[in-house]
Structures are given as structure tokens and as C-alpha cells.
T-cell receptor, first 112, second 113 residues
């Protein structure tokens, strides 16, 4: 039973345009959400996070939006660059918990 | 640079032959994790240590064991690897202070032949 779902296995976007990656969750106990980026043959690297007390967090080209009522979050990358091509994982953590629950990832391809 | 280092990057082992994967960290983090990731799937938590306290996930097979002799090192032992254990194994660390992200190593790709 997947508690964190990334329903799009892949996404292609033209360089300079906006990339929007989506994530849904089912566990209402999750209160902290993270996005990780993973290149082939490397471990995931942290990108951006958001606490459930916020609905938006921005860091440079990356913005994460959280809609708690819909149990949905999204990562926006503007403008997209070829170096952004990677697999993006959404992850969630419950209150008082250390473990991260991951989605299956979305492979983003940014086309020059 | 402070980091999480996994050795080896690639490991080939024979069916049923015990294998050990290692992880070290220079971040001085209290919490260390082992995740298993199979192709096109989400990383799955096997177990984690909070300092020396070991926390096993309910569905982690008994075939998987772990040791953490000190803050810096953590080992994953697979006692009798099966073909289904072929995967990427990811070690990660985090600090218990506040809601910080987990830092991952580069992973060990395990092949069972």
C-alpha cells in the first residue's frame, strides 16, 4: 500500500519552461515533506522541503507547494535547465518519526 | 567535505554467500538508515539506528542484519543473498535535532549470481 504516490513515471519539458512534478500522499500523519533529486549511479540528494504548517517554500528556481486538504504537493522548477534532468523523488515523514517514506520517482528530461 | 560514503560502489556475490556492505559518515549524525531500492521502485527502509538503538522495519526479512559499532560506521549484512536481493542499497544519515533532511551515500549496487 503506497502511502506516497508519484503517478507520472516520466516528464519531458523544454529548456526554459516550467517543470511541475506532482506527489500525492494518503497518510494524514505526515507533517514534513521533501524532494530529492537522483542522477544515475548516484545517491539521492536533497533539494527542498516543506513543513505542513506552510503551503509554499521557495529556493531559487525550485518551489514546493503543499495542499494539505488534497494531500498533494508539487515541485515547480522555473526555468528548467538540461542539468535538471534526473529522477525526482517525493518523500514524507510523520510527526515524531525519523523514517522517510518515498514515492517511486518521476524521471524528468529537460530538452535543450 | 562532510559526507556519507558507501563501499563498495558495486558488489557481486554468489547466491547464498554472505555479503557485507559498509557505510561511513563524517556528519556526526545520530541517525543512520539502510534503504533498499529496486529498479523503478521507491527506496524502502530496511532499518535505522538512533544512536545505538536498532529499529527494524516489520517487513524486513531476517536475512538482513545490521551493525553500528560507533557513530561513524554502519554495516549491512545479508546472510544468504537470494536473486531477489539484487538491488541498490542506500545508506543515509540525519540529525535528530529538528526536522532536517536525510543525507544519502552514493549507494552500493548489489548483483547476485
Amino acid at each position: 500500500d503506497q502511502q506516497v504516490k508519484q503517478n507520472s513515471p516520466s516528464l519531458s519539458v523544454q529548456e526554459g519552461r516550467i517543470s511541475i512534478l506532482n506527489c500525492d500522499y494518503t497518510n494524514s500523519m505526515f507533517d514534513y515533506f521533501l524532494w530529492y533529486k537522483k542522477y544515475p549511479a548516484e545517491g539521492p540528494t536533497f533539494l527542498i522541503s516543506i513543513s505542513s504548517i506552510k503551503d509554499k517554500n521557495e529556493d531559487g528556481r525550485f518551489t514546493v507547494f503543499l495542499n494539505k486538504s488534497a494531500k498533494h504537493l508539487s515541485l515547480h522548477i522555473v526555468p528548467s535547465q538540461p542539468g535538471d534532468s534526473a529522477v525526482y523523488f517525493c518523500a514524507a515523514r510523520g510527526a515524531g518519526s525519523y523514517q522517510l517514506t518515498f514515492g517511486k520517482g518521476t524521471k524528468l528530461s529537460v530538452i535543450p | 567535505d562532510a559526507m556519507v560514503i558507501q563501499n563498495p560502489r558495486y558488489q557481486v556475490t554468489q547466491f547464498g554467500k554472505p555479503v557485507t556492505l559498509s557505510c561511513s559518515q563524517t556528519l556526526n549524525h545520530n541517525v543512520m538508515y539502510w534503504y533498499q531500492q529496486k529498479s523503478s521502485q521507491a527506496p524502502k527502509l530496511l532499518f535505522h539506528y538512533y544512536d545505538k538503538d536498532f529499529n527494524n522495519e516489520a517487513d524486513t526479512p531476517d536475512n538482513f542484519q545490521s551493525r553500528r559499532p560507533n557513530t561513524s560506521f554502519c554495516f549491512l549484512d545479508i546472510r544468504s543473498p537470494g536473486l531477489g536481493d539484487a538491488a541498490m542499497y542506500l545508506c543515509a544519515t540525519s540529525s535528530y535535532r529538528g526536522r532536517t533532511e536525510a543525507f544519502f551515500g552514493q549507494g552500493t549496487r548489489l548483483t547476485v549470481v
